[in-house]
């Protein structure tokens, strides 16, 4: 009798708690957080706690992964509209009563202060996923048109605080799931088509383009400015052209092999402007070169492809959305990031994951990281 009343092993009783974590994705979140913390030691030695901060702001991350890995993904679906339009309507009151820093309104305070822009890089795509999936099997043109401006409107309240970075962390997102849909290329060929014949024409007539006094339609005059000085950062070496320019000195004096921990004389030296959070790509960069780069891309391409991996095996039409939304969100954070250190793409204000200094962004990472192992958890269950 006495065995009916045995309790069960610690290790049995969570077992069905670390069931929810996907091993190959824990595993390259696990290298890039080292690499971040390692990276975070080095150019952020002289900066007060950033360190220790940035092992917190992991484990926080962490710990809200590992809670929301816990959530079956039809529970998600109940988040959509809400999580949406709560952060719609925040989005609207930082334009009436947002907080101004450096010339931008994207602050709201709620008795503390948040930044409801954050909120709809998960709320977007979790809403086209949603609206997706309560369409399946009977999308039209029209669905996808009233998917379009579910994703226009934050994106252009976003844009209007002014913030190119996240708003174009939104819009990829948002883009992924539309086009993960089912979105014909028949509609996705002409917008392409067109944004190179821009982008070429921006290059080719770059000096009367950027001419003193020349006011470009739409853009603010900042985002002009950064545009200009991507083409020609020499146009302003001390000004809008420092941060490039330092970035790719710091990028390319790091070499094969790097100039080694705590060696980075860019870094150390304080030449890198934001050199813990927009532009630490620039310092690892230095300290561990051109083979330290391609390991670092390869821990991002390894995340990127288990995220596909994941959202190809998902069991529902909102469960893969979501899950290649997602990691679309990592692959547009890293590649921007490094482009725009590298000199390829405008400087914004975007994190490399993992490795850049930050509390919100890494929620965030959490937050998204637990949404996939959530989705991995549902198909093994599906299988079993």
Not at 30 to 59: E, K
Not at 231 to 253: E, T, W
Not at 273 to 297: C, H, Q
């Amino acid at each position: 009798m006495s065995a009916v009343f045995d309790q069960p092993s610690l290790y049995k009783r969570t077992l069905p708690l670390l069931q929810g974590f996907d091993g190959l994705l824990a595993f390259a979140v696990f290298l890039l957080a080292c690499a971040g913390l390692l990276i975070m030691y080095s150019s952020g030695y002289d900066h007060g706690t950033r360190f220790a901060d940035h092992g917190r702001n992991m484990l926080i991350a962490g710990a809200i992964m590992f809670v929301v890995a816990q959530v079956p993904p039809q529970k998600l679906m109940v988040f959509a509209v809400p999580l949406y339009l709560t952060g719609v309507t925040l989005l609207v009151a930082v334009l009436v009563f947002g907080i101004t820093k450096k010339g931008a309104k994207r602050w709201l305070n709620v008795g503390v202060v948040i930044q409801p822009s954050e909120i709809l890089k998960i709320a977007v795509p979790l809403m086209l996923a949603w609206w997706f999936q309560k369409r399946e099997g009977q999308l039209r043109p029209l669905d996808f048109a009233v998917g379009l401006v579910l994703l226009a409107v934050p994106v252009g309240l976003i844009m209007k605080q002014p913030d190119l970075g996240t708003s174009l962390l939104v819009l990829g997102a948002g883009l992924a799931v539309i086009f993960f849909a089912g979105l014909s290329w028949k509609l996705i060929a002409p917008p392409l088509l067109l944004g190179v014949i821009g982008i070429s024409l921006v290059v080719w007539y770059e000096p009367q383009l950027c001419a003193d006094g020349m006011r470009w339609p739409v853009l603010h005059d900042y985002q002009q400015q950064r545009i200009c000085t991507l083409l020609d950062p020499s146009r302003d070496p001390l000004g809008k052209g420092f941060h490039i320019i330092q970035g790719m000195i710091a990028i390319g004096s790091g070499g094969m092999f790097g100039k080694g921990f705590m060696a980075g004389t860019q870094t150390h030296l304080e030449f890198i402007p934001e050199r813990t959070t927009d532009f630490i790509f620039a310092a690892y960069s230095e300290e561990f070169g051109l083979v330290g780069n391609l390991l670092l891309i390869s821990g991002f391409l390894f995340l990127i492809f288990r995220g596909l991996a994941i959202a190809m095996d998902a069991p529902t039409l909102f469960s893969r959305l979501l899950a290649g939304a997602l990691t679309m969100i990592f692959f547009t954070y890293a590649f921007v990031n490094m482009g725009m250190v590298s000199g390829i793409l405008p400087v914004v204000g975007v994190p490399l994951p993992f490795i850049s200094y930050g509390g919100t962004a890494m929620v965030t990472l959490g937050l998204a990281l637990g949404m996939l192992m959530s989705i991995a958890k549902a198909k093994r269950l599906v299988q079993t």
